[in-house]
């Protein structure tokens, strides 16, 4: 394609968004709906160095969280499961780990999205784990919890000397909701990423941009596409700060530092004072 020539612009715009929404896409009524279909959908969703499955994931996550018209948000949902991007598990299991970053609320949206679009395709609901099946012992509870933030932040977790520590981050977040199998870590990773960067909140911002990279789950080339991608639905400005933020996690990654900064070899000497 050609994006000097505005006419197949549009045309690629049109076959990208019927494939993506898996319907047909009308013919623009105003100067809004020609931007989603000349540059949302030609150019930002065709470009090649993120895959569909992760763009799925940050557009359903962002569209959740931002107020988005309820045929926008069920498109995604029906294009992710039109073109097997995502299972009807994988897409409860999204709503479920968008709670922990956006709030209960706003992944109700995305949860409810997903019910109109099973009712209106007649199809069957799929059967998903509990949040835990079995008893459990408290301390061994904590320990899944600590191991698995590890294996998700690279770097050692909270103690747990507050209610927010122990009964949320150790216990539910990391210990059970990050370790469940219905959705793979990079896919809960796009999701958590899209919810700690609507936060506006400094540090769960830098520490989960470093994660993503630092675990293997996402390449710089596939962080700076995430950025562009996020911006379609939380807007420039919130992009630019999260893209100043990937440019400097990923120098430190280059340069040996912890998230903070700080060489790792003295960040593990500080944990073990």
């Known amino acids: 394609m050609s994006k000097l020539d505005p006419a197949e612009r549009s045309a690629q715009g049109t076959r990208a968004a019927e494939k993506l929404l898996g319907a047909p896409l009308p013919e623009p009524a105003t100067l809004l709906q020609s931007t989603w279909r000349d540059f949302i959908f030609a150019e930002v969703w065709t470009r090649p160095r993120l895959d ?35 299972s009807l598990l994988e897409l409860r299991e999204a709503a479920a780990h968008l709670a922990i970053y956006a709030g209960w609320s706003r992944a109700a949206v995305l949860d409810n999205a ?8 007649g199809l069957q609901e799929e059967r998903f784990a509990p949040v835990r099946e079995a008893p459990w012992d408290e301390q061994t509870r904590l320990q899944d919890g600590a191991r698995s933030f590890e294996n998700v ?7 747990p000397a507050t209610a927010y520590f122990e009964g949320g981050i150790l216990n539910f977040v990391f210990g059970e909701i990050w370790a469940r199998p ?5 896919g809960r990773r796009w999701v958590t990423l899209v919810g700690v960067a609507d936060s506006s909140a400094d540090t769960p911002i830098r520490t989960h941009i470093y994660g993503a990279m630092a675990s293997g789950n996402a390449s710089y080339e596939e962080m ?11 807007g420039w400005p919130r992009a630019s700060f999260v893209q100043g933020v990937v440019l400097e ?7 040996g530092l912890t998230w903070d900064g700080k060489e790792k070899g003295e960040a593990v000497n500080e944990q073990g004072k």
């Open 52 to 86: 569909l499955r992760s763009r799925y994931l940050i557009s359903l996550a962002g569209a959740a969280t931002s107020d988005t018209p309820d045929e926008i948000l069920d498109g995604y949902v029906h294009g992710a499961l039109a073109t097997g991007e995502l």
């Open 114 to 121: 997903v019910s109109r679009v099973v009712a209106s395709r």
């Open 153 to 159: 932040m690279t770097f050692s977790g909270p103690p």
């Open 182 to 186: 219905g959705l793979d870590q990079r």
């Open 224 to 234: 700076d596409e995430f950025v562009l991608q996020y911006a379609i639905h939380s």
């Open 249 to 255: 996690m990923a120098e430190k990654l280059r340069s």
